[in-house]
């Protein structure tokens, strides 16, 4: 597609309850990373997967979490047991390499309510 | 590890005044900078980078910023802003070699009429 999709774009789940959010990367960009944006804080990077190599899982805050890209392509990230602090944006980026450096193309997010 | 600071949280400037937004990094190898854009309610968007070459680099829309290797900073600076630059501002760095893509905490430009 043209850009990065994610869906669901709101999700509001209760305390307790699985979640999957998932992201559809530009075609063509082997490079796939997964960030959490909560309110008033930055960017904390999740999980990074680069073509068939072992994802970059160091950002996983803790076991509940996971991911996994299917084919190469899609990527879906995994919340069990949802807790309210995981409330947050989950912000999807794929990316293309320009003189050795990942540029990354960012989704519009999927914005995660636990009640 | 790569790490980004960006020591101002928000930055109030009034219509078509000059602004900087500043941005310093660690790492003593060689690295990639950027700075993204998050306008409200929207995903993030990248404004400018710099990879490699001249090391003053500029966006469409008169943003530039200076890779300063010896101060370690990438500043980001207009010489006059508009209402419509009102955005949260991210600084972001990645070490060669190294692909995992670190932010700053975000900077909130708030454009006064």
């Known amino acids: 597609g043209a850009g990065v999709s994610q869906s669901p774009s709101n999700k509001v789940t209760e305390k307790g309850k699985d979640v999957e959010l998932r992201c559809d990367p530009i075609s063509g960009h082997t490079a796939l990373y997964w960030y959490r944006q909560s309110l008033g804080q930055g960017l904390e990077f999740l999980i990074y997967?680069?073509?068939?190599?072992?994802?970059?899982k160091s950002g996983l805050p803790s076991d509940r979490f996971s991911a996994e890209r299917t084919g190469g392509s899609v990527s879906t990230l995994t919340i069990q047991r949802t807790q309210q602090e995981d409330s947050a944006v989950y912000l999807c980026?794929?990316?293309?390499?320009?003189?050795?450096?990942?540029?990354?193309?960012f989704g519009a997010g999927s914005r995660l309510t636990v009640l | 590890a790569q790490s980004v600071t960006q020591l101002d949280s928000q930055v109030p400037v009034f219509e078509e005044a000059p602004v900087e937004l500043r941005c310093n990094y660690s790492s003593s190898v060689s690295v990639y900078l950027f700075w993204y854009v998050q306008y409200p309610n929207q995903g993030l968007q990248l404004l400018l980078k710099?990879?490699?070459?001249?090391?003053l680099v500029e966006s469409i829309n008169g943003f530039e910023a200076e890779f300063n290797k010896s101060q370690t900073s990438f500043h980001l600076r207009k010489p006059s802003v508009h209402i419509s630059d009102t955005a949260e501002y991210f600084c972001?760095?990645?070490?060669?070699?190294?692909?995992?893509?670190?932010f700053g905490t975000g900077t909130k430009l708030q454009v006064i009429p």
């Open positions: 710099y990879l490699s070459g001249s090391t």
């Open positions: 980026a794929s990316s293309l390499v320009i003189s050795g450096a990942n540029v990354l193309t």
């Open positions: 997967f680069q073509g068939n190599s072992a994802p970059d």
């Open positions: 972001a760095a990645l070490s060669g070699g190294y692909q995992k893509v670190t």
